[in-house]
């Protein structure tokens, strides 16, 4: 295992995140801040109680998933992605390291990144709302494993994107419209009978209701559901870049 | 001499139906300096992508220092440098940071005092803390050679090193480049400069179209396939050539004033005493002699166009 080409890949990865903390840190954090003043405090005090707790901290959790799911997506892929673009991918691919080695590294400074930015979403959460975990190393292990899942979805699709446009795509126009259909800022009991059952066929609701139940013990979706559905993505995704990156698709020819 | 790399073979035709290489089949030795002369599109970048890993062979075998490229590529790619042909670089990353990754890319601990003195002798100390998009064009280059050199390599790779640079920093990379040779290392570079070939090179392989054309000395490449010529000055002019100097082919240079004839230096009768004789017989009068070598750059002209 050549431990220091992980190392070198992480901290080279950790220190774009260094060069560019406004996007990294400073921009999630002050997105989900107006959320939660808008959705949170303004139109939330005339929401009443859903499962029991407030709005504002109601839609914590599904808040939390959303920028975790966007971070870990866009950290991974523009990580894997602006050396090819760059072409300074030569370097890696020139290295005496294997595909895991390479994934290790991208994937775990990618995870690293959005946990940070979680956590301190969770930190700015506690300004505006009344927060409280009631399972908090479940709602860690959540954490990290949607860190961990999601950030090698992103890699796979920084491989597979040949451009910015490309790049996007699957962040913009499938990730965030199935986060906020994904019962992010509402219960799915609040919707027709009709669309509940459609709901069902998101992915992303079992991961907000799973983070939900950690906070509060309440969700649409039974808990073991919702962790099996997020182990199943993870090694969906781990088949899918072991199969992409051993092919050498998208880096090498 | 020792063999470092054995090219057996080797082919690779792209996605697009390209045949990039033709069954290429080549030794480089230990501590030499090779050039691979080829115009544009030869196959001189993919050869040594193959070699380090960025482009999969269609078929064929690549050994570096006796272990093949895919089945023991760590110890392969930790022999091997690479300075790529492009200025592939992280624009916003600090110099000195920027090398030290790629030490610890292959695989090697942290080591700020080797890295000083590769970014010294490259003489780019001065910038280590500088980022790499304030960099000149030449320094970015170094910064590239610095990169290859940072994990100690004993086979370098220099894709096209002298392409956009000035007369001045060229000089300075071929010393540099003969300074690696003298420490040890075996250098690699493509090129389509033949005079950089000449200036640096111990051999010259010349690929074209995805085929070894020719493999040898530079010295003994020039000497077997190289022309010399005679120009022989004239004190009169003359219209015509006399009949009896038909059979040496001669040509008739300046305004009649010169005469020129080209023969096979390596040959044993090179026939320039017939020649001589012949010209004394026909009554003309010789002003003065001059002699020419033909240069690399003709002979590889004139294989690529045979080719």
């Known amino acids: ?61 599904g808040l939390l998933m959303l920028t975790l799911l966007t971070q870990s997506i866009s950290n991974s892929a523009f990580g894997i992605f602006f050396p090819k673009f760059t072409g300074s991918i030569y370097e890696v691919l020139a290295a005496p390291v294997s595909s895991f080695e390479i994934i290790v590294g991208f994937v775990g400074a990618s995870a690293t990144k959005s946990l940070i930015v979680g956590i301190i979403i969770l930190l700015t959460a506690s300004f505006f709302v009344e927060l409280k975990i009631q399972y908090p190393l479940l709602m860690l292990f959540l954490l990290v494993l949607t860190c961990l899942t999601f950030s090698l979805f992103g890699f796979l699709i920084g491989l597979l994107s040949n451009n910015f446009e490309q790049l996007q795509v699957v962040p913009l126009i499938i990730i965030t419209p199935l986060v906020f259909l994904g019962g992010s800022l509402y219960t799915i009991e609040m919707l027709p009978e009709f669309w509940q059952k459609v709901s069902y066929f998101n992915p992303v609701v079992y991961l907000i209701n799973g983070m939900r139940w950690s906070f509060y013990g309440a969700s649409d979706i039974n808990i073991f559901i919702s962790v099996v559905s997020l182990v199943g993505f993870l090694i969906a995704c781990i088949v899918g870049v072991a199969i992409v990156i051993s092919k050498g698709y998208g880096v090498k020819t | 001499m020792q063999n470092v790399v054995s090219i057996k073979k080797l082919s690779k035709t792209y996605d697009n139906d390209f045949q990039a290489l033709k069954n290429i089949t080549l030794d480089i030795k230990k501590n030499e300096i090779i050039a691979l002369l080829g115009p544009n599109g030869a196959g001189k970048t993919t050869m040594i992508s193959i070699i380090c890993g960025i482009v999969i062979p269609t078929s064929g075998s690549v050994t570096v220092d006796n272990f093949d490229i895919i089945k023991d590529y760590r110890r392969t790619r930790s022999l091997i440098g690479l300075v790529p042909q492009e200025l592939s670089l992280e624009q916003f990353e ?144 003359i219209r015509t050539l006399p009949s009896k100097l038909e059979r040496y082919n001669l040509t008739v240079l300046n305004n009649g004033l010169s005469i020129s004839y080209n023969y096979d230096s390596s040959s044993k009768q090179t026939g320039i005493t017939s020649l001589l004789q012949d010209m004394k017989e026909t009554g003309l009068k010789l002003k003065d002699l001059n002699t020419e070598q033909s240069s690399l750059e003709n002979i590889f002209v004139e294989l690529v166009r045979e080719n």
């Open chain 2, 94 to 237: 600090y110099v000195f940071n920027n090398v030290s990754y790629t030490r610890g890319l292959y695989g090697k601990a942290p080591n700020p005092s080797l890295i000083e003195k590769i970014l010294k002798d490259l003489s780019l100390w001065d910038k280590r803390h500088s980022r790499i998009n304030e960099l000149s064009g030449g320094m970015k280059r170094r910064v590239l050679i610095a990169k290859a050199l940072s994990h100690e390599p004993s086979v370098l790779f220099l894709d096209e090193p002298s392409a956009g640079v000035d007369v001045e920093l060229r000089q300075e990379m071929w010393q540099v480049i003969k300074e690696l040779r003298n420490s040890g290392v075996t250098i690699i570079l493509t090129t389509h400069y033949i005079e950089e070939a000449e200036a640096i090179a111990d051999r010259v392989a010349v690929i074209n179209k995805g085929e070894l054309l020719v493999v040898d000395n530079t010295s003994d490449l020039v000497k077997s396939m190289g022309q010399k010529t005679l120009l022989i000055e004239l004190h009169e002019a």
């Open chain 1, 1 to 61: 295992m050549n431990f220091y080409a992980i190392r070198a890949i992480y901290f080279h990865e950790m220190d774009r995140m260094r060069r560019t903390i406004g996007q990294s840190i400073l921009s999630p954090v002050i997105s989900t801040s107006l959320y939660f003043i808008v959705f949170g405090s303004v139109i939330g005090g005339m929401i009443p109680e859903l499962d029991g707790v407030s709005y504002g901290s109601f839609i914590v959790p």
